[in-house]
């Protein structure tokens, strides 16, 4: 099925943004998970309509069922890929969808692990997307930092490129079905070292691991890391978008935590209204 506009995640932002687009006759696909500080937030108290303190968890949950009722499909799935052809294709854990628009809202980048050495080697060595950067490490040896589904794609892409390539957990619990031709390591990274560009990863037991690139891919992918795959410009670790929460890239819109400013609920409802009523826009222009 051919969706009008996928949007991804669960919160203020996209569901807000879901309730526009379904209102406005637009089949409308929103993937996220129950996560993120909201679901953490035992008592909202300024935000408009409440009487009494709501908890971030039912302020969450009352959202998709209104998003539900008013026809959205929602899919509880983590997003690990997105590309660009004919049409968006939006990677999952439960399967391929495919959009003529899609809204990023899942919130901001995650930060980067403090490890000693990393800092000095983004962009010599060190990169935050596979598809982005894979290209100029072929028939090289390389690793992806990470433990879930976001890193195995990751490291699945890399395979096609890339001469060997490894995962490494550091001391985390492996969270993916990982095939046997990449090996991972789950010993504790003590520091990354190098000349003028990335040459190993030293391990707290005194080993060390000879790769010439190390992708990051913790956690599961932000809006921001989808984005720079089908080529948005970021500043800043947040999506750069315009008075329409349009990105550089057409049909590609962002809202909410993942475009910066202000971090508060007000603000990513409005930015999903926003976002929503210019794709219904262009979409009807289009007819």
Request: proline content about 2%.
């Amino acid at each position: 099925m051919l969706y009008d506009v996928i949007i991804v995640g669960f919160g203020p932002s996209a569901i807000s943004g879901a309730l526009y687009t379904c209102r406005a006759g637009l089949k409308t696909l929103v993937i996220g998970k129950k996560a993120g500080s909201l679901l953490k937030t035992k008592e909202i108290e300024n935000y408009y309509g409440f009487a009494t303190p709501i908890s971030g968890e039912e302020l969450l949950n009352n959202g998709l069922k209104q998003a539900s009722r008013l026809g959205a499909t929602l899919l509880e799935a983590e997003v690990v890929d997105l590309t660009y052809l004919e049409h968006f294709e939006v990677t999952t854990t439960e399967g391929k969808y495919e959009a003529k628009t899609v809204l990023l809202a899942t919130g901001t980048s995650r930060r980067a692990p403090s490890i000693p050495g990393l800092k000095e080697y983004e962009g010599r060595g060190v990169s935050y997307c596979a598809t982005c950067d894979g290209f100029f490490y072929r028939d090289l040896e390389v690793a992806v930092l990470g433990n879930g589904n976001y890193a195995l794609e990751e490291a699945m892409y890399l395979k096609n490129i890339a001469k060997r390539v490894y995962l490494l957990a550091n001391e985390g619990e492996i969270n993916a079905k990982v095939p046997s031709d990449i090996q991972v390591i789950t010993k504790k990274i003590q520091s990354l070292e190098g000349q003028d560009k990335l040459q190993k990863v030293v391990f707290a037991d005194g080993s060390s691991l000879a790769i010439s690139g190390l992708f990051i891919a913790l956690g599961v992918a932000s809006s921001t890391d989808l984005a720079k795959k089908v080529g948005a410009i970021t500043k800043d670790n947040y999506l750069v978008v315009n008075d329409k929460m349009q990105t550089n890239v057409p049909h590609l819109s962002a809202s909410g935590d993942c475009v910066g400013g202000l971090l508060q609920i007000n603000k990513a409802v409005y930015q999903g209204c926003l976002a929503a009523t210019n794709i219904i826009n262009d979409i009807k222009a289009e007819k």
